[in-house]
């Protein structure tokens, strides 16, 4: 029972993994766009100025005010950089190709803020079926293993 209760808590909560990962996709680009127009407005500036970014970087270094504003820059340059290679790579994967993919859900402030938002519904797609499925044999398959160890041994090589 206690198998069965673990499968289907497991298919449950695997089965919201398509649309949430829907959500970040879609919130993940509304950061790039954003982050974009922040570089590009920088770069403008700089290319103004007769500087590339890494000139204009390194002249922001005259007082601490344009040092903490040179290393948020940089911050945010490198997170536009790790979103787009994330928004890509999680663009081309389907729902359940991103099962696979949850290390490309490393922006996280966007990650905590599609969390935040996220209300869990019945996985009315196929993805989410097939998803909940496999959650379902996860759960199934990580209780056996678990309880493996409290079995006697005839009952471990499958005699009862």
Same mark, same amino acid.
């Given at each position: 029972?206690?198998?069965?209760i673990? $499968?289907?808590?497991?298919?449950?909560?695997l089965?919201?993994? !398509?649309?949430?990962?829907?959500?970040?996709?879609?919130?993940?680009? +509304?950061?790039?766009?954003? &982050?974009?127009?922040?570089?590009?407005?920088?770069?403008?500036? $700089?290319?103004?100025?007769g500087?590339?970014? /890494? @000139?204009?970087?390194?002249?922001?270094?005259?007082?601490?005010?344009? @040092?903490?504003?040179?290393? /948020? &820059?940089? %911050? #945010?340059?490198?997170?536009?950089d790790?979103?787009?290679?994330d928004? @890509?790579? &999680?663009?081309?994967? +389907? !729902?359940?190709?991103?099962?696979?993919? *949850?290390?490309?859900?490393?922006?996280? !402030?966007?990650? #905590?803020?599609?969390?935040?938002?996220?209300? *869990?519904?019945? !996985?009315?797609?196929?993805?989410?079926?097939?998803?909940?499925?496999? +959650?379902?044999?996860?759960?199934?398959?990580?209780? +056996?293993?678990? $309880?493996? *160890?409290?079995?006697?041994p @005839?009952? %471990?090589?499958?005699?009862?």
């Amino acid at each position: 029972m206690l198998r069965l209760i673990a $499968a289907v808590a497991c298919a449950a909560a695997l089965s919201q993994f !398509p649309a949430f990962t829907d959500q970040y996709v879609q919130r993940l680009g +509304g950061q790039v766009d954003a &982050l974009t127009l922040v570089a590009a407005e920088f770069d403008a500036s $700089a290319s103004a100025a007769g500087l590339d970014r /890494d @000139q204009a970087l390194a002249d922001l270094s005259a007082s601490r005010f344009q @040092q903490a504003h040179r290393a /948020d &820059l940089i %911050r #945010a340059f490198q997170r536009l950089d790790h979103a787009r290679a994330d928004l @890509q790579m &999680l663009s081309i994967a +389907g !729902p359940l190709e991103r099962l696979l993919l *949850p290390h490309r859900m490393r922006d996280l !402030p966007t990650l #905590a803020a599609t969390w935040g938002d996220f209300s *869990p519904a019945l !996985p009315l797609t196929a993805s989410g079926l097939i998803a909940a499925l496999i +959650g379902m044999a996860l759960g199934w398959v990580m209780t +056996g293993l678990a $309880a493996l *160890p409290f079995r006697r041994p @005839q009952e %471990r090589l499958g005699w009862r």
